[in-house]
Every structure is written in C-alpha cells, then in structure tokens.
C-alpha cells in the first residue's frame, strides 16, 4: 500500500489569476483518482443521479404525452427551464456557503422523495398534467442547487493535481447515463408505465445517498473558509462575480464556455430532427449521429482520465474548439448518413476534449472557495441561455435551410477559439503536472 502524507502543499489562485502556496492539512492520495476509493464513492453516487435523470425526463416526457396534447407536453418539458436559468447563480452562493456535499445530499433526497411521490399517485389515481407540470418546476429549483454544487465537490474529495482526472471520469459517468438510461427507462415504461419508470429513477436517486454519505471531505484552508462569513447571500455572489471578473484565467474562459454552448446546441438539437428529415435519415439517423457524437466524447474523456495531465491545456483547447466547429459545419453539408456519423464522432471527439479540457481548467485555476459561484455561471450559459436559442435555430433553418445555419452556428463556436487563442493567460493556462507516482 502506498504512504501519504500528513500535510499537502496546494496553489491558490488568486483572484488577479496569479498563484500563492498554501498548505492544507489534508492527506493527499498517493493513487490516480480512478484507484481513489472516495472518488470512486463520489463517481458512483453521480453515475446513479445521472441515470436517475435521463430515466426521469423519458417518462416524465412519455406521461406527459399520454395525458396531454403534444404543445401541453412540449410546455410541461420545458417548465423546469424557467427556475433553473432564474436559481442558477444563487445555487452557487449556496453551495460555497453551506458546502457542496451538504447541497447534493439535499437535492438528490428531494429528488428521490418527489419522484417516488409521483410514482404512488400515478399508480392509486390518472392526475391531470397540472401535477407533472409541478414536479417538473421542483426539479427545475433542485437542478438549479444540484448543478454548482455538483462542480464544487471535486476539489473537495480528490488531490489538486488530480481534477482533470476526475473531470474525465465524471464526463464518462455522464456519458454512461445518457446511453443506458433511456434504454432502462424506456424498459420500465413498457412493462409497468409511467409509474414503474419514475419508481425506477427514484431508486436511483436514493442510491447515490448512502455513496455520498460515507464522501471523506478536505476541509477548505482557513482563508477560503472565513472568506465569506459575515456576508449575506447577495454579497457572496457579488464577491463571486466580481472574483470572476477579476481573474485572467477563468473571465475569459466564462466568454469561451458561453459562445461553445451558443454555437453548438442549436445544430445539435433542433437541427439534427431537420437535417435528418430533409436527408430522408429520418429518427434512426438522429440516433446514430448522436451516437457517433456520444462516442467521440467518451473517447475524449477516457482520455482524459487516463493521462491526468494535458501540455499546453490552454492551447489545445482552443484549437480543438476551432477545428471542432469546422466540423460542426461540415455535418450539414453530408449527403450520407454514415459519413454524418463519422463527422459526429470527431465533433464528439473534439468538442468533448474542449470542454473536458474547460472543465479542468475551471476546476484547477478556481479558488475552491468560489468554485460554486463560478460552476453556476458557466453553467447558467449553458443550461439557462443557450436553450433559449432553440426557437430562433428553429426559424432560421425554415427560413434558410440547414447549411447556412450550420456555418453561422459553426463560426460562433470558432469564434470562441478565436478569442481563446488571442488572450494570452487563456492560451498559455495549464494543468498541474500529475507526480511521476502516478503515471507508474
């Protein structure tokens, strides 16, 4: 078994992007995260939510369908949309205040308890939509507090030189639950309804509880502790925004982080049922694409996870970011549907090292102290604003076709490479060098 230390000399960033030692007093874990039985605890509980999520919206997506007008399911969808763009940042000043495991145990309880809820009345009684549409405006306010959190954790149960790793794991575990959740829960569906698939997400949510529980948690050092105290909740997120505004590294990559989401969901959502349409591809052809996308993007993340450490993290991602938007472009412009797919797989490829690689580089250059409050930024662009762009991706491609909407969209994710490349702190920003006892 391998020694470890009693004290860890971690970086700090300082909120001007330079770096200050610090010496924490936790045991620093002399493994790879994917040998570190806590992260492995802390992948477990993730894996179950994720799956608990993906099984949760398809039978939420097919029960509201049953009971209702497809425009009423449409609405009962997307209701979760508004508190969660609306909560998002205070969900990060929550999670820096009261602690990121604390936030997660709590969403995923309530998760478990509405959910299960659901299932009982779906099975003793048939509720109008107006009782969907609730549970799915409960799960907008827990995915608004789930979501930081979920991003400030990892420097909380793994070492500083091994989070990229653990963004590489948690990418794959994502992955895991796109591909097999619909599968499980379009099995529960079929054999007992509705209410046996949100039984079935519900138990998912109630395992990641006791994982979570037994989570061995490194206490923050003593000024990023008390940094916050005596401040209100308005006053945490305005010292985070402000923190955020203020740091060379992770300012910038919040302008990234937002033009990648802005460029790519539009064609990957609305886009792709069109393209597919008008292709003659039809609904298999959308699956196959996103599968070849999901591939490319586990691929990406295993790698990842593998190697710890990427040289010139900064760089690469910027140029994969780039050349990953040129290939966004060019998927409209395939007349076949194998050669789409295998375009999708290096869009996966390239735009899932980018955004492991943004991820990482968040997790790393973060004072764990703000770590909530800038999760909930990046990810209020991505899940709050980039969603509204559906209906407008939409109207473009009645209007224009496909392939200029494409390009355009394309030329914004470039863009946000472009930008990349021309900061200088963004383009040279790198990740900790993982030990030589880790690469053994």
Known sequence: ?????????????????????????????????????????????????????????LALSWAAVRGGSPAQAGLVMAVSAVPRALLMLGGGVLADRFGPRRVVIVSDAVRALVVLGLAAVLMAASPGLWVLAAVA??????????????????????????????????????????????????LAVALGGSAAAFGVAGLLFVLSLPLLLTLRIRPLPA??????EGAGPLRDLADGLRYLRRHRVLGPLM?????????????????????SD?????????GWILA????????????????????RAGAVKAWTLTLGAGSIAALAYVPQLPAAVAVAVLVGLLGGLSGSLCGSLVQTHCDPAYLGR???????????????????????IGLWGPGPVYVVSAAICALGGVYSLSVPALRRAELPRTPPRDRS
Do not use: C
């Not at 007093?25 to 039985?37: H, N």
């Not at 796109?178 to 499980?184: F, K, R, S």
């Not at 990406?300 to 190697?307: D, E, K, Q, Y």
């Open 1 to 57: 078994m391998t020694s470890t230390t009693k004290t860890e000399t971690t970086t700090r960033t300082a909120e001007d992007g330079t770096t200050a030692d610090r010496t924490a007093g936790a045991p620093a874990p002399s493994r790879p995260a994917y040998r570190d039985l806590n992260v492995l605890r802390w992948l477990g509980a993730f894996t179950a939510s994720t799956l608990g999520d993906s099984v949760y919206y």
């Open 374 to 396: 800038v999760t909930s930024v990046s990810s209020f662009f991505s899940l709050g604003v980039a969603p509204l762009t559906f209906p407008l991706t939409g109207a473009a």
């Open 137 to 186: 405006l409960v799960f907008g306010v827990v995915d608004a507090l789930f979501l930081p959190a979920v991003g400030a954790l990892p420097p909380r149960i793994a070492a500083h030189d091994q989070l990229a790793r653990v963004q590489g794991m948690r990418g794959l575990a994502y992955r895991v639950g796109l591909v097999l959740g619909a599968p499980l829960g379009g």
């Open 292 to 311: 070849g996308f999901g591939a490319g993007a586990a691929v990406a993340s295993l790698l990842i996870t593998v190697r710890g450490h990427i040289p």
């Open 255 to 275: 302008i990234v982080i937002a033009l990648s989401d802005l460029g790519f969901v539009g064609p990957f959502n609305v886009g792709l049922a069109v393209l």
């Open 278 to 286: 008008t292709r003659g591809w039809g609904a298999s052809g959308i």
């Open 223 to 228: 000024d990023d502790a008390t940094a916050q």
